[in-house]
C-alpha cells in the first residue's frame, strides 16, 4: 500500500517557518555533522548531517517515489528547477504559474483539489510512499483523512512566531499511534502513524 507521509522542519514551539518565512533555524541540522548527503533532482544540493540523521536521510530517499506540495512551497523553492530530487512533484494550486508547465520538467500542478492530488501522486510512487511538504497541504490532507504518517524532524530551536504547522486542523483532538524516535544533532526525528477517525 503506498502511504502519504508528511515530511517537515519544524521547531521544538511549532513552527516551520519564521515571521519572514526563513526557515535557516529549522534546517540547521542539515549542517549539523560529518555525513555527506546529496540531493538529485534539476538543482541538486549537498548536506552534511549527523550519522543518526544520514540514516533517516537515506531511509527517506528509498521510500519515497512522488511528492506532494503546495504553491507556496514551490515558490519558495523556485520550482526546484523543473525536477524535485525525490521524485516526480505535484503542486496543489488555484493556477499555473507563468511559464509553466516546462518541457522535461516532472513538475506537475493539480488545480482540481486534494484528492486528485494524491490520487496522481500515488500513482506517478509506483509502489513507493508520497512525500508531503508545506504546512497548509499537510492541514488540508489530515483535514479530510489521506494523511498515513506524520515525519517531523524537530529542530532545537525556538522560533516564536511565523508559520505553524497545525493551524487550521478540524478533527481535533487527534490521536496518533506511537511514534519511533532518531536522535540527531540539533534534531529529533519523530515518525507517527495517523490513526483514522472511527
Known sequence: MTK?????????????????????????????????????????????????????????????????????????????????????????????????PRPGSTVHFVTDGVESAVTQAKAAAAGRSVGVHGADTIQQLLNVGLLDELHIDLAAVLLGSGVRLFDHLTGTPAALGDPTVIAGVGVTHLRYPVRRAQ
Open 4 to 100: 502519504v507521509i508528511a515530511i517537515m522542519s519544524m521547531s521544538l514551539d511549532g513552527y516551520v517557518a519564521g515571521p519572514r518565512d526563513g526557515v535557516e533555524e529549522v534546517f540547521g541540522w542539515y549542517t549539523s555533522g560529518d555525513v555527506e548527503i546529496r540531493t538529485g533532482g534539476s538543482d541538486p544540493m549537498t548536506f552534511r548531517v549527523s550519522e543518526p540523521s544520514a540514516r533517516h536521510l537515506h531511509g527517506l530517499q528509498s521510500e519515497i517515489g512522488a511528492m506532494l506540495t503546495g504553491r507556496r512551497t514551490f515558490d519558495a523553492a523556485g520550482g526546484w528547477g523543473g525536477n524535485h530530487g525525490w521524485g516526480p512533484a505535484f503542486v496543489l494550486t488555484h493556477e499555473l504559474p507563468d511559464g509553466w
